[in-house]
T-cell receptor, first 111, second 114 residues
Framework: AQSVAQPEDQVNVAEGNPLTVKCTYS??????LFWYVQYPNRGLQFLLK??????LVKGSYGFEAEFNKSQTSFHLKKPSALVSDSALYFC?????????FGTGTRLQVFP | SQTIHQWPATLVQPVGSPLSLECTVE??????LYWYRQAAGRGLQLLFY??????ISSEVPQNLSASRPQDRQFILSSKKLLLSDSGFYLC?????????????FGPGTRLTVT
């Protein structure tokens, strides 16, 4: 069965510093991977996806993610964090017509 | 462009009362539709999904049911609510079956069962 794991419940980073939110996956076959962000009391917003091709995927709001097949990881990154990036982040993997979501990582960016 | 609507935005219902949450999508046809529940602002639990009118797949046996009476309408129901049904309910849509499309989420419904 397809699955993803987000090993950190919370990530704290100072504004202006680079940020990384970790995700590892376990799949049979080719992985189709996604990142979403959720602000309080809102629906999830799609950030980016990896289907095939370049291992570095660029997405919305300056975020990018690096697909690493040997480490089965798909970490979300941003070179310079903003306070407004503080939110809940979800990694997901495609499983047929569904997405399997991780448990979420809360990102807190301090001024 | 496509938009997804959910209503109501918030709902407070007593235990034992019925429930009906509605989700509609505009600007696309034959979407896949999904209902999720999120408890305590954390993980997402997939409740139901549908790849076509009248086709419903249930992921977790529970007190809820779903229906898709029209192509772009997805309804979540319950005959008798339990306290454990409280949570944040999210509807989502994606492209047609077999393609690798991301899901797009609605604004959600906050349900409190008292």
């Amino acid at each position: 069965a397809q699955s993803v794991a987000q090993p950190e419940d919370q990530v704290n980073v100072a504004e202006g510093n680079p940020l990384t939110v970790k995700c590892t996956y376990s799949v049979s076959g080719n992985p189709y991977l996604f990142w979403y962000v959720q602000y309080p009391n809102r629906g999830l917003q799609f950030l980016l996806k990896y289907i095939t091709g370049d291992n570095l995927v660029k997405g919305s709001y300056g975020f990018e993610a690096e697909f690493n097949k040997s480490q089965t990881s798909f970490h979300l990154k941003k070179p310079s964090a903003l306070v407004s990036d503080s939110a809940l982040y979800f990694c997901a993997v495609r499983d047929a017509d569904k997405l399997i979501f991780g448990t979420g990582t809360r990102l807190q960016v301090f001024p | 462009s496509q938009t997804i609507h959910q209503w109501p935005a918030t709902l407070v219902q007593p235990v034992g009362s019925p429930l009906s949450l509605e989700c509609t999508v505009e600007g696309t046809s034959n979407p896949n539709l999904y209902w999720y529940r999120q408890a305590a602002g954390r993980g997402l639990q997939l409740l139901f999904y549908s790849v076509g009118i009248g086709q419903i797949s249930s992921e977790v046996p529970q007190n809820l049911s779903a229906s898709r009476p029209q192509d772009r309408q997805f309804i979540l129901s319950s005959k008798k609510l339990l306290l454990s049904d409280s949570g944040f309910y999210l509807c989502a849509w994606s492209g047609v079956a077999g393609s690798v499309h991301e899901q797009y989420f609605g604004p959600g419904t906050r349900l409190t069962v008292t």
